[in-house]
């Protein structure tokens, strides 16, 4: 393999870092032939370096015909794409941010024009592909875009660090000193505090632009002396012993394109405050987890953090483990193998797969976009295994472009194969920490396996989702973790599905209890009734739409497992924990009184636009197995299914109630007034086992997680009985077993 990698910008910041370490990489480990055109400045000072690492620097470069690949590796160079254009295969490794539009570096018919022609977009983060360049690259093809996060050089052996280095607590902070590092946020934030709350700060970063800020940062660089520490960029071990007497650190930045400065650190093993940017989001630090946040801009938010991070050690010691956890998933190797795997598919030699060591020649089954489409058409008929059959050459000795694991992971979870499937998304999700879509998958996996501990914590970036960003509320106060907050408010609000919300409103009184606060519910209208009976130890309790009360901290429904620490053995805790209404369960003992019993209410579809709906969701014409002498059917189908019931199967004696029924007070009378409900997995399910009435429950062969793997009952609810599929797409033999049961409920 030969390459061309073009950089005019080589020098000492996180790009270069990382394109010297791929380059060593592909030199030495690989055998990778390296040519690299620079300008002359990076001859002199940087030629040497590039050719200890194995790369041919030069002001010229040979034919372009003789590269597999040319990598363009700066916008500064974005002219050469033209130049390289139809000659041979283009990689632009992206690693600017919003800087490049906001300076005008390029116009925008321009950089629409030039990201156009490259056979691939290298970019370092979901968020800088999807927010900052989306308006220029939304017309490209997905294949010609992918997203490697860098990866971060971890220190094996770390010193003890004392609680506090000196007699003052010490911050750190790395960057440039440049307006969109916001470093004068941070100086405003420390001058602030006064007495034993006013730390030191130790600004490492370039100086040269400090005449942008204009008279407004003189004060800053001459007075405060004994506070503010101005130390210019700083590298090797200057560097190192600077940070290791750091206390903590902190990344003021409005603009970021991945902060791998804050990782580094955080391995080092001193807690992070910074900047609330999506980008670290992305990355995966989360409030009060693993950091502490502020808006951008937020002095006073930021002087708040200091404050309580110098006062609560223990919060340091907690940040500082979370914060060293998440920088160990963002390891070189693993960069390594991410950077290559996503440039072979476009070089000359798309073919070849890497190794750790070497490439071997794997399949001839053609580029990986073509295979992609097929693969994709595969799976969406069902015919699983061709799928896995056309993708297992790919991947010889565990070895393969990531594509292919996602696919392979997919559709091995979709067969039934759930272990095999979590051993490949735990290799992706440590491979591509950042990969916030295969993070949410793995948390699926890992609860519908019982690992409900790491699933529950993957089970947050379920708002990470292309089609679930926008439904995320946005909430300036932290999410409550779980913590005692006697004397605050908490605000409970629910989130999907009326089946969710009916599963997990059982937390509600746990969580005032852990948290000792006052707690609000903010609950959908349609449930709002039943809750306002049964939740007794709500404080207050108001309906979606509705403008909350003043609360210091939140927590959405389903994240309440996550900060209550749920596990299987909690569960089901007390049951019944709803109620029905007793006017409507008068009124439906006398509706009801005439039929025969037994009576058992059916639900046979689910709500059509739920994502899983044609696996969970059947006709009522299906269900003829069920229809038995001396069983009285009653339909509480609601929905476009509901008109089914005006021509049941044959011999099924069925009574539609579907008109009569206003909301889920009717639904929880008829359950409590029928002696079964038979259903699909849908919100009746859930209703009944909250109510502790008796529900037999059809299950896809790929279940929802909820329902867990390989049982028959469910700990979430003891009067809930299970009926699974054990052929994809194939309920014959579930009716059948159903249809067995039926006859022992027949007197």
């Known amino acids: 393999?030969?390459?061309?990698?073009?950089?005019?910008?080589?020098?000492?910041?996180?790009?270069?870092?990382?394109?010297?370490?791929?380059?060593?990489?592909?030199?030495?480990?690989?055998?990778?032939?390296?040519?690299?055109?620079?300008?002359?400045?990076?001859?002199?000072?940087?030629?040497?370096?590039?050719?200890?690492?194995?790369?041919?620097?030069?002001?010229?470069?040979?034919?372009?015909?003789?590269?597999?690949?040319?990598?363009?590796?700066?916008?500064?160079?974005?002219?050469?794409?033209?130049?390289?254009?139809?000659?041979?295969?283009?990689?632009?490794?992206?690693?600017?941010?919003?800087?490049?539009?906001?300076?005008?570096?390029?116009?925008?018919?321009?950089?629409?024009?030039?990201?156009?022609?490259?056979?691939?977009?290298?970019?370092?983060?979901?968020?800088?592909?999807?927010?900052?360049?989306?308006?220029?690259?939304?017309?490209?093809?997905?294949?010609?875009?992918?997203?490697?996060?860098?990866?971060?050089?971890?220190?094996?052996?770390?010193?003890?660090?004392?609680?506090?280095?000196?007699?003052?607590?010490?911050?750190?902070?790395?960057?440039?000193?440049?307006?969109?590092?916001?470093?004068?946020?941070?100086?405003?934030?420390?001058?602030?505090?006064?007495?034993?709350?006013?730390?030191?700060?130790?600004?490492?970063?370039?100086?040269?632009?400090?005449?942008?800020?204009?008279?407004?940062?003189?004060?800053?660089?001459?007075?405060?002396?004994?506070?503010?520490?101005?130390?210019?960029?700083?590298?090797?071990?200057?560097?190192?012993?600077?940070?290791?007497?750091?206390?903590?650190?902190?990344?003021?930045?409005?603009?970021?394109?991945?902060?791998?400065?804050?990782?580094?650190?955080?391995?080092?093993?001193?807690?992070?405050?910074?900047?609330?940017?999506?980008?670290?989001?992305?990355?995966?630090?989360?409030?009060?987890?693993?950091?502490?946040?502020?808006?951008?801009?937020?002095?006073?938010?930021?002087?708040?953090?200091?404050?309580?991070?110098?006062?609560?050690?223990?919060?340091?010691?907690?940040?500082?483990?979370?914060?060293?956890?998440?920088?160990?998933?963002?390891?070189?190797?693993?960069?390594?193998?991410?950077?290559?795997?996503?440039?072979?598919?476009?070089?000359?030699?798309?073919k070849i797969v890497p190794s750790r060591s070497t490439a071997e020649p794997v399949s001839e089954l053609g580029p990986l976009p073509s295979l992609e489409q097929q693969v994709h058409a595969l799976i969406a008929s069902d015919r699983l295994e061709e799928a896995e059959q056309l993708l297992r050459p790919l991947v010889p000795n565990g070895v393969g472009p990531m594509p292919v694991w996602r696919y392979l992971a997919t559709i091995l979870r979709r067969q039934g194969r759930t272990a095999e499937a979590?051993?490949?998304?735990?290799?992706?999700?440590?491979?591509?920490?950042?990969?916030?879509?295969?993070?949410?998958?793995?948390?699926?996996?890992?609860?519908?396996?019982?690992?409900?501990?790491?699933?529950?914590?993957?089970?947050?970036?379920?708002?990470?989702?292309?089609?679930?960003?926008?439904?995320?509320?946005?909430?300036?106060?932290?999410?409550?973790?779980?913590?005692?907050?006697?004397?605050?408010?908490?605000?409970?609000?629910?989130?999907?599905?009326?089946?969710?919300?009916f599963q997990f409103i059982r937390l509600v009184k746990a969580a005032k209890e852990r948290s000792g606060a006052r707690i609000v519910l903010e609950i959908n209208r349609e449930t709002y009734a039943i809750a306002k009976r049964s939740l007794e130890h709500v404080d207050e309790l108001i309906p979606a739409g509705q403008l909350p009360p003043a609360f210091n901290q939140h927590c959405e429904l389903m994240s309440l497992p996550a900060a209550m620490g749920l596990q299987l053995s909690h569960l089901p805790g007390p049951i019944p924990y709803l109620k029905p209404d007793p006017a409507r369960l008068e009124h439906w003992q006398k509706r009801l009184s005439d039929l025969p019993r037994p009576i058992v209410a059916l639900v046979w579809a689910g709500r059509p636009t739920h994502t899983n709906d044609a696996n969970r969701s059947m006709k009522l014409s299906d269900f003829g197995p069920l229809a038995h002498p001396g069983i009285q059917f009653v339909a509480i189908q609601k929905g476009p299914s509901a008109a089914q019931a005006l021509t049941p199967p044959e011999g099924m004696n069925i009574l539609s109630l579907d008109q009569e029924i206003k909301d889920f007070d009717d639904t929880a009378a008829i359950l409590c007034v029928a002696d079964l409900l038979i259903s699909v997995d849908s919100s009746p399910v859930h209703l009944a086992g909250a109510l502790g009435r008796p529900a037999w429950v059809m299950l896809p062969f790929l279940p929802d997680w909820r329902w867990l793997i390989a049982r028959e009952d469910t700990p979430w609810y003891p009067s809930v009985r299970l009926f699974r599929q054990t052929e994809r797409r194939n309920w014959l033999g579930v009716l059948e077993r159903l249809s067995d049961a039926l006859k022992g409920l027949i007197v």
């Open 1 to 350: 393999m030969k390459i061309l990698v073009i950089t005019h910008s080589y020098g000492l910041n996180g790009a270069a870092i990382l394109l010297k370490s791929i380059l060593e990489y592909w030199s030495h480990t690989l055998q990778w032939e390296i040519d690299a055109l620079v300008d002359e400045k990076t001859l002199s000072n940087h030629g040497e370096e590039l050719i200890s690492i194995g790369v041919k620097p030069s002001l010229i470069t040979g034919q372009p015909k003789e590269y597999q690949f040319v990598l363009i590796n700066t916008f500064i160079d974005i002219g050469f794409i033209d130049h390289f254009f139809g000659q041979a295969p283009i990689v632009f490794w992206i690693h600017e941010g919003s800087s490049v539009i906001y300076n005008a570096r390029c116009q925008p018919l321009e950089l629409i024009n030039a990201l156009s022609k490259p056979d691939l977009l290298l970019f370092v983060s979901r968020w800088q592909s999807h927010s900052v360049f989306r308006n220029f690259i939304h017309h490209l093809p997905p294949q010609k875009i992918k997203v490697v996060s860098p990866g971060i050089e971890l220190f094996e052996e770390k010193p003890p660090r004392a609680a506090c280095i000196t007699d003052r607590f010490h911050i750190v902070s790395l960057g440039s000193v440049y307006p969109r590092k916001r470093p004068l946020d941070l100086a405003k934030a420390v001058i602030s505090l006064s007495g034993t709350h006013r730390p030191v700060c130790s600004f490492i970063g370039d100086l040269s632009h400090t005449h942008v800020f204009g008279d407004e940062i003189q004060e800053y660089l001459t007075d405060y002396s004994d506070t503010l520490k101005w130390h210019g960029g700083m590298t090797g071990d200057a560097k190192y012993k600077l940070l290791m007497k750091g206390d903590a650190a902190c990344f003021p930045s409005g603009d970021e394109t991945f902060g791998m400065s804050a990782l580094e650190i955080a391995s080092l093993g001193l807690p992070i405050m910074m900047a609330d940017l999506p980008v670290y989001n992305e990355v995966g630090w989360i409030h009060g987890v693993n950091c502490l946040k502020h808006p951008v801009g937020d002095v006073l938010m930021l002087a708040r953090n200091i404050e309580v991070l110098i006062g609560q050690p223990s919060l340091r010691k907690q940040l500082t483990k979370a914060g060293s956890e998440l920088a160990e998933r963002y390891s070189m190797a693993a960069f390594f193998q991410n950077v290559t795997d996503a440039v072979l598919p476009i070089a000359s030699v798309s």
């Open 422 to 501: 979590k051993v490949i998304q735990e290799m992706i999700v440590q491979s591509l920490p950042g990969d916030l879509s295969e993070r949410f998958n793995l948390s699926e996996t890992l609860l519908l396996l019982g690992e409900f501990d790491r699933g529950w914590r993957e089970y947050r970036y379920r708002y990470s989702l292309s089609h679930t960003k926008i439904i995320e509320r946005k909430i300036q106060q932290p999410r409550w973790e779980g913590q005692p907050i006697p004397g605050q408010t908490l605000l409970i609000h629910d989130e999907q599905g009326y089946g969710d919300t």
